[in-house]
């Protein structure tokens, strides 16, 4: 299983060493599966924790994209955003990591020019993408004011001689994937919800 080790800082083959499956007596579909892996590099242990992939066939059913929660992650990427900006959150979150906190920050307001581009949005500039984001409802006024202050923050981090400290990078890291989950996972299903109901 491939897993992010946090003491390599790297994505690494991991040996499973034990694996528990949580049966939900009221229902089968809610049960959860933890293993406890190790990382081959170092062997440091990593708890990961799979719930059941509803997106195949019932006659495919199997566990889904695990979700490590053991050592603790500061940030959680869902894994319904499309590849592209997830490659852009990892790249961001990697120079966090790396106490690289000035790059992290423009590397997320790169991710929300790909956001809006992934979402047809090509204005002559971020601030009238944002805007038109927010005015053709695919984010709201909570969501557009992050992503302004983000699309600030990122100017910022391009053209002053001022460093960032992790407290900031941390805080844009979060608006960011916050900008992201809630868009794909929470309004998409309400979007899909509402059309159902018609």
Known sequence: MLVECDNCNAVVESKIVGAYVQEMEYDWMANLKFSLCKCSQCSSPILIQQEFDFNC??????????????PGSLFHINPIIPDRLKKELIESIKCFKASAYTASIIMCRKTIESF???K????????ASIKKLRDTGIINEQL???????????NIAAHSIDNFDDSDAKDILDFTIAILDFTYSFKDKFDK?????K
């Open 144 to 154: 557009y004011d992050w992503a302004d202050q983000l699309r600030l923050a990122g």
């Open 57 to 70: 066939s019932e006659e495919d059913l199997d566990w889904g994209v695990g979700k490590k929660i053991y």
């Open 120 to 127: 047809g949005v090509n204005e002559k500039n971020l601030a």
């Open 193 to 197: 919800f509402k059309a159902r109901a």
């Open 116 to 118: 809006a581009s992934l």
